[in-house]
């Protein structure tokens, strides 16, 4: 079978020659009939496939799908969603420019913007998302290029108010990005709420099953990038043949820049065998998410009501703070909750140690029911004073709530409830 490639945005076969499964493409080259074919490839990467390194028909066929999901013009994956968080922003920053970003997001990604970017002269001003409209206006300066949050955030769990941020960024010229990870499409398309960029781990529900680690990201194809805060993105490319992107691909501009310039120089590109992975996992996606969200409503409800439970964070519960926007944005809340133990870390670490069904891994977002307890597993180098500044509880439990029957579920929370009475 000959796999036709159209161009890096819009596919990788015609739809009337497209094979039931999505066949892996376990190739690092591509033969040309000429070296003038090669040269024209060069001249215009977008005509055909030039190397595995930026551009598979696997991982092409992934995007395309993610694209769709997502309602943008196109999509580029990562091998992990760090390197989609991290070429989101390099796409549209240099040194010497800055971009806001809410706290309540990541981990991993806080210390990639405070403490990464800062060495490469780009500047996060984190703001409270709860912060007015007035004083999130002022955050801006001149050179801010683009506002960034999470969806769902992880492990915060409180829910971003797109739209709000949206019109916050567009009036100050700039775009948003969200992180899509915990929600998926399925869930929320931002893009429908005025994001301009989304990006996902696709480590996490995309995949489902903890098989293969990597990130994509997706643009809507909506953002005047002739606003003249970009001109890496409407001046020539120096790199490429003197380019403009703006110019030349228009609506998919910023996508095509990331994988012509970005991905040719970093790299971080997935493997086919990880795109045919994640394709798997991406078509039960709609059906698994809708379970997942309702395992964890069912087990939000009885944790909020036990008698060890100090505080439960769920956004699918009425009680909840964020219940008013998780009505507004998302079909559900997802599948984690955070949870805090009475007791403090010694019944937390009891409770953990006394569950069967669930796992005891540094991962979420599973089709099994996973729990980490951050306090004495990935942040047990800190101080109880340390914990508190960085809001983690000694109690707290973040749980992923898996896809088994959820009496099954319960049965395994009320052993371990037992256990620490």
């Not at 240099?94 to 806080?110: K, Q």
């Not at 829910?159 to 941020?165: C, E």
């Not at 501009?253 to 990880?274: C, E, N, T, W």
């Not at 973040?398 to 579920?409: H, K, Q, W």
Request: proline share 4%.
């Amino acid at each position: 079978m000959k796999l036709e490639t159209k161009c890096l945005h819009s596919g990788y076969s015609p739809k009337n020659t497209e094979p039931r499964v999505v066949p892996i493409v376990q190739s690092t080259t591509y033969v040309y009939d000429s070296t003038e074919e090669v040269a024209s490839v060069f001249d215009e990467p977008t005509k055909s496939l030039i190397y595995s390194r930026f551009a598979n028909p696997t991982v092409m066929a992934v995007e395309n799908k993610i694209a769709d999901l997502e309602g943008g013009v196109g999509a580029m994956c990562t091998s992990s969603g760090q390197a989609a968080s991290l070429l989101s922003i390099l796409n549209i920053c240099r040194a010497g420019d800055s971009f806001i970003s809410t706290t309540e997001i990541y981990g991993g990604t806080v210390n990639l913007f405070a403490y990464t970017f800062k060495k490469l002269g780009i500047e996060c001003i984190f703001i409270d998302k709860n912060a007015s409209d007035e004083e999130i206006m002022k955050a801006f300066k001149p050179n801010t290029k683009a506002v960034f949050g999470e969806t769902i955030a992880n492990p915060a769990l409180s829910v971003f108010d797109i739209s709000r941020f949206a019109n916050i960024a567009h009036k100050n010229n700039v775009p948003l990005i969200v992180d899509n990870t915990f929600a998926t499409p399925a869930l929320c398309r931002p893009i429908d709420f005025g994001a301009d960029i989304v990006i996902h781990s696709t480590s996490k529900y995309m995949d489902g099953h903890a098989v293969q680690v990597g990130g994509v990201i997706v643009d809507s194809g909506n953002f005047d990038w002739t606003n003249g805060k970009f001109p890496e993105l409407v001046e020539p490319d120096e790199s490429y043949h003197g380019i403009s992107y703006v110019e030349t691909y228009g609506k998919a501009a910023y996508i095509i820049k990331a994988r012509m310039q970005l991905m040719r120089d970093f790299g971080v590109y997935p493997a086919a065998h990880s795109a045919f992975l994640l394709n798997l996992g991406l078509e039960t996606l709609a059906v698994r998410m809708k379970q997942y969200c309702e395992n964890a409503l069912t087990v939000a409800k009885y944790l909020q009501n036990h008698e060890m439970i100090e505080s439960i964070k769920y956004p699918g519960l009425e009680s909840d703070v964020d219940y008013p926007l998780t009505q507004k944005y998302l079909k559900g809340a997802s599948g984690v909750i955070s949870l805090v133990i009475k007791g403090g870390k010694e019944n937390a670490m009891k409770f953990m140690n006394s569950l069967e069904l669930a796992s005891n891994e540094v991962h979420v977002a599973d089709i099994r029911t996973c729990v980490l307890h951050p306090a004495s597993e990935t942040h047990r180098q800190l101080t109880d004073e340390q914990l508190v500044a960085a809001g983690i509880e000694a109690g707290m439990i973040r749980l992923s709530v898996g896809l088994e029957n959820v009496e099954d579920i319960l049965a395994d929370l009320n052993k371990a409830f037992e256990a620490i009475k």
